[in-house]
Nanobody, 119 residues
Framework: QVQLVESGGGSVQPGESLRLSCAAS????????MGWYRQAPGKERELVAV???????NYADSVKGRFTISRDNGKKTVALQMNSLKPDDTAVYYC?????????????WGQGTLVTVSS
């Protein structure tokens, strides 16, 4: 069984920064993509950023230049540095990890961490 533990959410004012972290534990040995998604009230879940095993990244247009995703393969962690936060960034942020345990493909989600940006 694989679990993701997220941390780092909270309430900040516009223009401030937050750093989200996510650690994977359990039987996942080949991790392909690690990413962050978010879901704002009344909206569908959307991709924020993803980082692949080769280090390539993909960001939502709305966060490009402000957010940076990184991963530590040895520690099975992924982080999201969020700068210049805006009220529109308010959402529950979910960590996602995709990979393999043996021949079994896994698509695992964290429990979510709330980010609130408000003055």
């Amino acid at each position: 069984q694989v679990q993701l533990v997220e941390s780092g959410g909270g309430s900040v004012q516009p223009g401030e920064s937050l750093r989200l972290s996510c650690a994977a534990s359990g039987s996942i040995f080949l991790i392909n993509a690690m990413g962050w998604y978010r879901q704002a009230p009344g909206k569908e879940r959307e991709l924020v950023a993803v980082i692949n095993s080769d280090g390539s990244t993909n960001y939502a247009d709305s966060v490009k230049g402000r957010f940076t995703i990184s991963r530590d393969n040895g520690k099975k962690t992924v982080a999201l540095q969020m700068n210049s936060l805006k009220p529109d960034d308010t959402a529950v942020y979910y960590c996602n990890v995709r990979g393999y345990s043996g021949y079994r493909y896994l698509d695992v989600w964290g429990q979510g961490t709330l980010v609130t940006v408000s003055s």
